[in-house]
């Protein structure tokens, strides 16, 4: 259950920290509060679940990688957990997760997002991967975006529902 502090400290920063080189102080200043009690609590959040993690959410395109491609593999199964990990920890993947197949039509049970420059950089990173996986992967594919998603974090509904 959320606290009346925890709604005031997530509809503070739902819409990003502030971009200065002390964004919890800030945050806190807003909320009559010191920047170490933000901080404090936005990691009690993180430790009870109730926030999954805090981290910048970059644009990838206004960064110059315009060749992203979500990588989808067909991992054996007994290996699959082992190797994610260590697919998650390639400097070339931003995330990866493991995700049920939908047999008969999608076999992939491990996805890992890279990004480029151009298709060429992306395609070689799937081939870091592809060499990582070694036998254990019986198929791949990669996935480009072909627009951009808006990215957004925790958003709390008003009480009344959003009828106000």
Excluded at 112 to 125: D, F, I, L
Aim: aromatic content about 6%; overall charge positive; charged content about 25%.
């Amino acid at each position: 259950m959320l606290s009346p502090f925890d709604r005031r400290l997530i509809a503070a920063t739902q819409a990003g920290l502030p971009l200065v080189p002390r964004p919890y102080d800030v945050v806190g200043a807003t909320l009559g509060v010191s920047g170490e009690a933000v901080r404090e609590r936005l990691d009690g959040m993180l430790r009870e679940g109730l926030v999954r993690r805090i981290g910048a959410v970059p644009n990838h395109y206004r960064l110059g990688y315009v060749a992203n491609g979500m990588t989808v593999w067909d991992v054996d199964d007994a290996q699959v957990d082992e190797l994610g990990e260590k697919v998650g920890a390639l400097d070339c993947v931003s995330h990866c997760y493991r995700r049920p197949r939908a047999l008969p039509d999608w076999p992939y049970n491990l996805f890992a997002m890279v990004h480029g420059r151009n298709r060429a950089e992306a395609e070689s990173a799937a081939l870091q991967i592809h060499c990582l996986l070694a036998d254990a992967c019986r198929g791949h594919d990669i996935l480009y975006s072909s627009r951009i998603l808006k990215k957004t974090g925790l958003r709390l509904r008003p009480a009344d529902g959003g009828k106000t």
